[in-house]
């Protein structure tokens, strides 16, 4: 088993729409979860982060946390073209330093 | 701040060679790490160091990767003998110290380096 699964998509939602991408992670003692953006050809950079469950926002970002489910979603309110990009999740262990990357989803945007 | 700042920015060299790639981290930042990503497995960490002490090699394929981190502004990814397998697109990121004396939230990758080996 993965240490994080992503579907790898793509998925593809209209412009002004709610974009929905999920995680899934299996090492139950992971405490902390991050949401990277990777356009195309680029490096990844730092959406959000999150400890706690329950949601977490960031202007038109929200990350959702369910420990007991190991599930960590990111949702995109009134998605734009410029959000067109792979979206990676990420977990990091409790008492560890480094990060665990799923695959990634892409997402498209259409305008 | 000039980022990350990696070392070719691409590469193409042929089976057998040695390949290095080469990082500066953010000044400041104590902890580096170095990924590979590919289209099957994505990014995957290879070792990481702190305060220029590699912390967890566990990540490194085999015996042909090896990384050196001489100094706080500086560190090498080397792969001797390189094999088309090889090929992929290798990231350093740094992150600062958090208060509870891990790496703070955030890593700042650098641009990568595409490395293509025939």
Redesign the interface.
């Known amino acids: 088993q993965k240490e994080v699964e992503q579907n790898s998509g793509p998925l593809s939602v209209p412009e002004g729409a709610i974009a929905s991408l999920n995680c899934t992670y299996s090492d139950r003692g992971s405490q902390?979860f991050?949401w990277y953006r990777q356009y195309s050809g680029?490096?990844?950079?730092?959406i959000m982060?999150i400890y706690s469950n329950g949601d977490k926002e960031d202007g038109r970002f929200t990350a959702q946390l369910n420990k007991a489910s190991q599930y960590v979603s990111l949702l995109i309110r009134d998605s734009q073209p410029s959000d067109s990009a792979t979206y990676?999740c990420a977990v990091m262990r409790s008492g560890a330093?480094?990060?665990?990357?799923?695959?990634?989803t892409r997402l498209t945007v259409i305008p | 701040d000039a980022g990350v700042i990696q070392s070719p920015r691409h590469e193409v060299t042929e089976m057998g060679q040695e390949v290095t790639l080469r990082c500066k981290p953010i000044s400041g930042h104590d902890?580096l790490?170095w990924y590979r990503q590919t289209m099957m497995?994505?990014?995957?960490?290879l070792i990481?160091f702190?305060n220029n002490v590699p912390?967890?090699d566990s990540g490194m394929p085999e015996d042909r990767f090896s990384a050196k981190m001489p100094n706080a502004s500086f560190s090498t990814l080397k792969i001797q003998p390189s094999e088309p397998r090889d090929s992929a697109v290798y990231?350093c990121a740094s992150s600062s110290p958090g208060l509870a004396g891990?790496?703070r939230?955030?890593?700042y990758?650098?641009?990568?380096t595409r490395l293509l080996v025939l």
């Open positions: 902390s991050f680029k490096s990844p950079e730092l982060f990676l330093n480094n990060l665990f990357f799923g695959t990634g | 902890y790490f497995r994505g990014l995957e960490l990481y702190n912390i967890d990231f891990g790496p939230e955030t890593q990758f650098g641009p990568g």
